[in-house]
């Protein structure tokens, strides 16, 4: 029988929401029931207006949507890599490249077909926050997804066409319906929400409180 059930909508380009995954990690390390989770991977676009084929450095994006010079968009950065790092990550944020994850979340949905889907989020968050990658881009797509085990035609064909779009719109819409705004957010067994990258200590409250209190 599992234990909790838990739903994470999450973007592959949001900073927190990699620190929020590890964290989660770290309270799931500690939950007594851990090896009974189940854990559901939903899609989210911070920015779905962000033009398809736009590929702008995030530093730059920053600027420009925050109306902020260059040195607080810095400061603010090193805080968050500050942060990551205490959770074992190493941001390279000034490498990151802002693009339309549309193309991303059509991966990760396949990916998630083959019982992949924990594994994907890693890499992709990974792909974009530590490593530079673009990734609207269908050649590095490929790369990740073959990295994952997918089978390099068939994950080629799906990103070529629109395979997994009406999924990641449901993802939205479901999001949109339960009153996300903004992303990592976590739903345990369907009523009990946790927003943002909350600490350890929170994610573990909520866990134990949800095996408590199943649906």
């Known amino acids: ?11 592959v380009v949001c900073p927190w929401c990699y620190i929020g995954k590890r964290r989660l990690e770290s309270a799931l390390a500690r939950f007594e029931h851990a090896d009974e989770v189940e854990l559901r991977w ?12 736009l590929r702008e450095p995030t530093t730059a994006m920053l600027e420009r949507k925050m109306g902020a010079g260059p040195e607080q968009i810095r400061e603010m950065q090193q805080r968050v890599t500050d942060l990551a790092a205490a959770e074992g990550l190493t941001y390279d944020l000034e490498r990151a490249i802002s693009v339309n994850t549309l193309d991303a979340h059509r991966l990760l949905h396949l990916a998630d077909r083959q019982g992949l889907g924990d594994a994907a989020h890693e890499r992709l968050l990974a792909a974009h926050l530590c490593e530079g990658a673009t990734v609207d881009d269908l050649d590095t797509l490929v790369r990740l997804g073959v990295e994952l085990g997918l089978d390099e035609a068939e994950t080629r064909a799906a990103l070529a066409g629109d395979a997994y779009a009406d999924e990641v719109a449901a993802d939205i819409a479901e999001a949109r319906r339960i009153g996300v705004s903004g992303v990592p957010f976590f739903v345990l067994e369907g009523k ?3 927003s943002g990258a909350q600490p350890v200590d929170t994610f573990l409250h909520a866990l134990r409180t949800a095996h408590a209190n199943p649906a």
């Open 1 to 11: 029988m599992r234990a909790v059930r838990i739903d994470v909508w999450s973007d």
């Open 42 to 53: 939903h899609s989210f676009q911070l920015d779905p207006s962000h033009p398809a084929g």
């Open 192 to 194: 009990y929400g946790v």
